[in-house]
Every structure is written in C-alpha cells, then in structure tokens.
C-alpha cells in the first residue's frame, strides 16, 4: 500500500494543525533543521532526531564496478555517504505495529 508522497507543504501543514504554531513559524523551524542537518553532515559528524532517524556519514572504500550498458569493468572511487538509520518507533510504523 504506497500513500502519495509528502512534500513540504503537506508536512508543514500537518506540523501547523498538530502543534497550533504558525505557518511562519513553522517554515522557519523547518529551514532551519534543514542547514542544521546540512551543517552537521558537511563536518561528518553523526545527527540523532529523536524518535526520526539517526544521520551519520560513512566512508565507501573505492570498488570495482560494471557499467550496467556496456557491461565494462570500471573503477568506483571512494567517497563518503550520508546513511541515515530509522528509529525503533519509526520502525514499528512502517511495520504496521
């Protein structure tokens, strides 16, 4: 069962009608976990939302790789990558629990 996606507005809506905050208010909360977030990953360092997610940075070593086209064999080099972990509570959600 796949909802339609959210997009800012939804969210922010839903954020307004649950809390009693305004809509500005509200947007600017949201811009700004939005460049704290930015921030944080730019300097590597791990991020926990309580009860959302955790974010943390990760080192992929470089590896070989096949062009999925051509089928040619090609060098993937290393890099860093955000994974972001869900929250037992988001979980159990998503579970259906």
Request: charged letters at 20%; zero cysteines.
């Amino acid at each position: 069962m796949t909802a339609a996606p959210w997009g800012k507005s939804e969210l922010l809506n839903a954020i307004v009608e649950r809390s009693g905050i305004s809509a500005g208010t509200v947007d600017g909360v949201l811009a700004a976990l939005s460049s704290v977030v930015v921030e944080q990953v730019s300097r590597g360092t791990k991020l926990q939302i309580p009860g959302v997610a955790t974010i943390d940075v990760v080192h992929r070593s470089a590896r070989r790789g096949r062009n999925p086209q051509t089928g040619e064999t090609m060098e993937i080099p290393a890099r860093r990558a955000v994974k972001i972990t869900a929250s037992a509570p988001l979980k159990r959600a998503a579970a259906g629990a």
